[in-house]
Protein backbone atom coordinates (compact mmCIF):
# COMPACT_ATOMS: atom_id res chain seq x y z
CA UNK A 1 0.00 0.00 0.00
CA UNK A 2 0.90 3.88 0.04
CA UNK A 3 3.38 4.98 2.61
CA UNK A 4 4.72 7.88 3.58
CA UNK A 5 8.44 8.15 4.63
CA UNK A 6 8.28 10.96 7.41
CA UNK A 7 11.88 12.21 9.13
CA UNK A 8 13.41 12.35 11.19
CA UNK A 9 11.63 9.68 13.92
CA UNK A 10 12.26 12.32 16.69
CA UNK A 11 14.12 15.17 17.66
CA UNK A 12 16.09 16.38 20.92
CA UNK A 13 16.13 20.61 20.61
CA UNK A 14 17.13 23.25 23.12
CA UNK A 15 14.24 25.70 23.75
CA UNK A 16 14.41 28.80 20.79
CA UNK A 17 16.01 26.58 18.27
CA UNK A 18 14.47 25.83 14.68
CA UNK A 19 13.06 22.78 13.80
CA UNK A 20 12.55 21.12 10.44
CA UNK A 21 10.97 17.58 9.72
CA UNK A 22 9.67 16.43 6.70
CA UNK A 23 7.53 13.62 4.59
CA UNK A 24 8.16 11.92 1.36
CA UNK A 25 6.01 9.67 -0.62
CA UNK A 26 6.79 7.60 -4.33
CA UNK A 27 3.50 9.12 -5.36
CA UNK A 28 1.42 12.33 -6.09
CA UNK A 29 -0.34 13.40 -3.11
CA UNK A 30 -3.55 16.00 -3.95
CA UNK A 31 -3.47 17.09 0.30
CA UNK A 32 -1.06 17.41 2.32
CA UNK A 33 -2.18 17.56 6.31
CA UNK A 34 0.24 18.47 9.65
CA UNK A 35 -0.89 17.36 12.86
CA UNK A 36 0.43 17.53 16.21
CA UNK A 37 -0.39 15.34 19.02
CA UNK A 38 0.16 15.64 22.47
CA UNK A 39 0.53 12.62 24.93
CA UNK A 40 -3.39 10.99 25.52
CA UNK A 41 -5.04 13.54 23.26
CA UNK A 42 -6.11 13.62 19.72
CA UNK A 43 -4.44 15.09 17.04
CA UNK A 44 -4.82 18.58 16.45
CA UNK A 45 -4.82 20.13 13.00
CA UNK A 46 -2.01 22.54 12.30
CA UNK A 47 -1.81 23.37 8.57
CA UNK A 48 -3.56 22.23 5.36
CA UNK A 49 -1.96 22.70 2.47
CA UNK A 50 -3.63 22.09 -1.03
CA UNK A 51 -1.42 23.25 -4.40
CA UNK A 52 1.81 22.13 -5.43
CA UNK A 53 4.42 24.83 -4.25
CA UNK A 54 2.29 25.94 -1.54
CA UNK A 55 4.10 27.93 1.42
CA UNK A 56 1.77 28.08 4.30
CA UNK A 57 2.43 29.59 7.52
CA UNK A 58 0.73 29.42 11.56
CA UNK A 59 2.23 31.34 13.60
CA UNK A 60 5.65 30.21 13.92
CA UNK A 61 4.80 27.01 12.13
CA UNK A 62 5.76 27.42 8.17
CA UNK A 63 4.64 23.88 5.74
CA UNK A 64 5.40 24.02 1.95
CA UNK A 65 3.47 21.84 -0.47
CA UNK A 66 6.27 20.19 -2.80
CA UNK A 67 6.43 20.92 -5.94
CA UNK A 68 6.79 17.53 -7.15
CA UNK A 69 3.27 17.25 -5.25
CA UNK A 70 5.42 13.59 -3.75
CA UNK A 71 6.89 15.54 -0.47
CA UNK A 72 6.04 18.30 2.18
CA UNK A 73 7.90 19.67 5.48
CA UNK A 74 7.28 21.52 8.71
CA UNK A 75 9.46 23.99 10.14
CA UNK A 76 8.88 25.54 13.19
CA UNK A 77 10.65 28.36 14.32
CA UNK A 78 11.90 29.45 18.13
CA UNK A 79 10.91 26.30 19.61
CA UNK A 80 9.24 26.77 22.98
CA UNK A 81 8.30 23.82 25.77
CA UNK A 82 4.67 23.59 24.66
CA UNK A 83 5.84 22.62 21.62
CA UNK A 84 6.66 18.94 22.73
CA UNK A 85 4.57 16.39 21.43
CA UNK A 86 4.32 14.16 18.27
CA UNK A 87 3.78 15.53 15.02
CA UNK A 88 2.47 13.29 12.21
CA UNK A 89 1.77 13.96 7.89
CA UNK A 90 -1.12 12.76 6.70
CA UNK A 91 -2.13 12.99 2.73
CA UNK A 92 -4.96 12.16 0.01
CA UNK A 93 -2.94 10.19 -2.84
CA UNK A 94 -3.65 11.65 -6.20
CA UNK A 95 -4.67 7.81 -7.58
CA UNK A 96 -6.77 4.96 -5.87
CA UNK A 97 -7.76 7.43 -2.98
CA UNK A 98 -10.32 5.85 -1.03
CA UNK A 99 -13.08 8.65 0.05
CA UNK A 100 -11.40 9.68 3.58
CA UNK A 101 -8.71 7.37 3.78
CA UNK A 102 -5.42 9.22 4.90
CA UNK A 103 -2.37 8.07 4.27
CA UNK A 104 -0.29 9.04 7.71
CA UNK A 105 3.63 9.45 7.94
CA UNK A 106 5.03 7.41 11.39
CA UNK A 107 5.33 10.40 13.32
CA UNK A 108 8.52 12.69 14.91
CA UNK A 109 8.46 12.91 18.01
CA UNK A 110 9.73 16.50 19.20
CA UNK A 111 11.31 16.73 22.89
CA UNK A 112 12.26 20.49 23.63
CA UNK A 113 15.05 21.04 26.79
CA UNK A 114 14.54 24.38 28.60
CA UNK B 1 -15.78 25.99 15.42
CA UNK B 2 -13.71 22.74 14.85
CA UNK B 3 -14.43 21.02 17.37
CA UNK B 4 -15.73 17.06 17.44
CA UNK B 5 -16.37 15.92 21.21
CA UNK B 6 -16.08 12.03 22.57
CA UNK B 7 -17.48 10.61 25.81
CA UNK B 8 -16.28 8.90 28.10
CA UNK B 9 -12.93 10.17 28.12
CA UNK B 10 -11.35 6.52 29.93
CA UNK B 11 -13.31 3.57 29.76
CA UNK B 12 -12.15 -0.23 31.22
CA UNK B 13 -14.34 -2.77 30.35
CA UNK B 14 -14.15 -6.49 31.20
CA UNK B 15 -14.09 -9.23 27.84
CA UNK B 16 -17.25 -9.63 28.63
CA UNK B 17 -18.98 -6.59 28.93
CA UNK B 18 -20.93 -4.37 26.30
CA UNK B 19 -19.97 -0.58 25.91
CA UNK B 20 -20.21 2.07 23.61
CA UNK B 21 -18.22 4.78 22.40
CA UNK B 22 -19.74 8.37 21.34
CA UNK B 23 -18.95 10.79 19.14
CA UNK B 24 -20.32 14.28 18.34
CA UNK B 25 -19.62 17.36 15.85
CA UNK B 26 -22.16 20.50 14.82
CA UNK B 27 -19.52 21.73 12.15
CA UNK B 28 -22.16 20.44 9.54
CA UNK B 29 -19.83 18.05 8.52
CA UNK B 30 -21.20 14.94 6.15
CA UNK B 31 -18.26 12.82 6.36
CA UNK B 32 -17.24 10.99 10.45
CA UNK B 33 -14.83 8.26 11.21
CA UNK B 34 -13.35 5.99 13.66
CA UNK B 35 -9.80 5.26 14.39
CA UNK B 36 -7.79 3.44 16.74
CA UNK B 37 -4.48 4.24 17.84
CA UNK B 38 -1.41 2.80 19.90
CA UNK B 39 0.77 4.73 21.74
CA UNK B 40 3.39 6.62 19.69
CA UNK B 41 2.12 5.09 16.39
CA UNK B 42 -0.10 6.91 13.98
CA UNK B 43 -3.95 6.87 13.78
CA UNK B 44 -5.37 3.60 12.19
CA UNK B 45 -8.61 4.06 10.44
CA UNK B 46 -11.07 1.52 11.18
CA UNK B 47 -14.79 2.72 9.57
CA UNK B 48 -15.98 5.62 7.49
CA UNK B 49 -19.40 7.18 7.62
CA UNK B 50 -20.50 9.39 4.47
CA UNK B 51 -23.93 10.71 4.53
CA UNK B 52 -24.56 8.66 7.42
CA UNK B 53 -23.93 5.50 5.75
CA UNK B 54 -20.95 2.84 5.93
CA UNK B 55 -18.70 3.62 3.34
CA UNK B 56 -15.49 1.89 4.55
CA UNK B 57 -14.87 -0.83 7.03
CA UNK B 58 -11.34 -1.63 7.17
CA UNK B 59 -11.57 -5.17 8.33
CA UNK B 60 -12.60 -4.75 11.55
CA UNK B 61 -13.60 -7.47 13.56
CA UNK B 62 -17.24 -7.41 13.94
CA UNK B 63 -16.71 -7.45 18.06
CA UNK B 64 -16.56 -3.77 16.87
CA UNK B 65 -20.38 -2.27 15.42
CA UNK B 66 -20.44 1.08 14.65
CA UNK B 67 -23.56 2.96 14.09
CA UNK B 68 -24.37 6.61 13.15
CA UNK B 69 -27.86 7.56 14.06
CA UNK B 70 -27.56 11.48 12.49
CA UNK B 71 -25.55 13.46 10.76
CA UNK B 72 -23.97 14.56 13.74
CA UNK B 73 -23.67 11.57 16.29
CA UNK B 74 -21.31 8.38 15.99
CA UNK B 75 -21.10 5.91 18.10
CA UNK B 76 -18.96 2.74 18.19
CA UNK B 77 -20.38 0.08 20.07
CA UNK B 78 -17.90 -2.55 21.81
CA UNK B 79 -18.45 -6.26 22.67
CA UNK B 80 -16.07 -9.20 23.62
CA UNK B 81 -12.88 -7.21 23.74
CA UNK B 82 -9.98 -8.58 23.47
CA UNK B 83 -6.87 -7.26 25.82
CA UNK B 84 -5.04 -5.83 22.66
CA UNK B 85 -7.76 -3.86 21.94
CA UNK B 86 -6.62 -1.58 24.22
CA UNK B 87 -6.09 1.69 22.68
CA UNK B 88 -7.06 5.41 22.25
CA UNK B 89 -9.89 5.59 20.32
CA UNK B 90 -10.09 8.77 17.82
CA UNK B 91 -13.56 9.97 16.14
CA UNK B 92 -12.75 12.67 13.85
CA UNK B 93 -14.85 14.72 10.96
CA UNK B 94 -14.62 16.36 7.87
CA UNK B 95 -16.78 18.52 5.46
CA UNK B 96 -17.11 15.30 2.80
CA UNK B 97 -14.89 11.93 2.79
CA UNK B 98 -13.30 13.05 -0.96
CA UNK B 99 -10.07 14.64 -1.85
CA UNK B 100 -9.44 18.27 -0.44
CA UNK B 101 -11.18 18.48 3.30
CA UNK B 102 -9.23 18.34 6.12
CA UNK B 103 -10.35 16.02 8.81
CA UNK B 104 -10.51 17.28 12.62
CA UNK B 105 -10.45 14.41 15.61
CA UNK B 106 -12.13 14.71 18.54
CA UNK B 107 -9.60 14.15 22.74
CA UNK B 108 -10.08 10.49 21.84
CA UNK B 109 -11.47 7.92 24.51
CA UNK B 110 -8.68 5.53 26.30
CA UNK B 111 -9.80 2.18 26.38
CA UNK B 112 -8.47 -0.30 28.63
CA UNK B 113 -9.70 -3.90 27.92
CA UNK B 114 -9.10 -5.91 31.25
Known amino acids: GQQLNQSPQSMFIQEGEDVSMNCTSSSIFNTWLWYKQDPGEGPVLLIALYKAGELTSNGRLTAQFGITRKDSFLNISASIPSDVGIYFCAGQPSLGYQGGKLIFGQGTELSVKP | DTEVTQTPKHLVMGMTNKKSLKCEQH?????MYWYKQKAKKPPELMFV???????INESVPSRFSPECPNSSLLNLHLHALQPEDSALYLC?????????????FGPGTRLTVT
Open chain 2, 27 to 31: MGHRA
Open chain 2, 92 to 104: ASSHRDSSGYEQY
Open chain 2, 49 to 55: YSYEKLS
